[in-house]
Each structure stands twice: as C-alpha cells, then as structure tokens.
C-alpha cells in the first residue's frame, strides 16, 4: 500500500510560482510512474503532468507547457510540481498520483491518490 500527502499549495497573485511536493511512504515508489492531477470547481479532475519511475521522461498536458516542471527524488520517495508563471485558470485542487501501468503517461492506470492541496491564483 502506498500513502501519498500533497503540499506546498496555497494563495498567490497571477505571475507567481509554487512548488508543491508529494510525499510517498507504505512502500518506495521508485518502480512507480507518477502524475499531477488537478480539478477546479464544477470540472471534472484533469491530467497536469507525469513522470517515468527513473524520471527520465516527463509528459505535459498542453496548457502548462513551458510554465510547470515534474520532478522526482527516489532517494526521498517523493515528487514535485514546480509551477511557474501561474494563471487564474491554474486555480484547482491539485492531486499527486502513482500508478503501476504503463498507461501513466496517458493519465490513466493510478492505483494511489493524495488527499489533494489547495492552488488559488488570483488575477
């Protein structure tokens, strides 16, 4: 069983940035691909991002293109979510995710879901 905890979310003007942070433990989720997921009120959650196990290859949804970066430290069982040049649009709920298939860059196949962190960007 895997355990994951978001954080680094919180309350930022358009043009910041924020790094949040998925915590794992239960089990070492080096063998794991991992994604971002956010969901903003009245739509559905969405794909933001994911990760290979050896974090070698990363995959973006379009919209966060050149302003959000994956990343993973193994050794620290966790993931991260550096965002950059934030938008309204980028207000949601956002949800880290670790998946044993080989679906994950798809957005698809995630065994393991954090309870979610806050992102509210103000215009």
């Known amino acids: 069983q895997v355990q994951l905890v978001e954080s680094g979310g919180g309350l930022v003007q358009a043009g910041d940035s924020l790094r949040l942070s998925c915590a794992a433990s239960?089990?070492?989720?080096?063998?794991?691909?991992m994604g971002w997921f956010r969901q903003a009120p009245g739509k559905e959650r969405e794909f933001v991002a994911a990760?290979?196990?050896?974090?070698?290859?990363?995959y973006y949804t379009d919209s966060v293109k050149g302003r959000f970066t994956i990343s993973r430290d193994n050794a620290k069982n966790t993931m991260y979510l550096q965002m950059n040049s934030l938008k309204a649009e980028d207000t949601a709920v956002y949800y880290c995710?670790?998946?044993?298939?080989?679906?994950?860059?798809?957005?698809?196949?995630?065994?393991?879901w954090g309870q979610g962190t806050q992102v509210t960007v103000s215009s």
């Open positions: 990760i290979s196990y050896s974090g070698v290859y990363t």
């Open positions: 995710a670790a998946s044993a298939m080989l679906t994950y860059y798809q957005g698809k196949g995630y065994n393991y």
């Open positions: 239960g089990r070492t989720v080096s063998r794991y691909g």
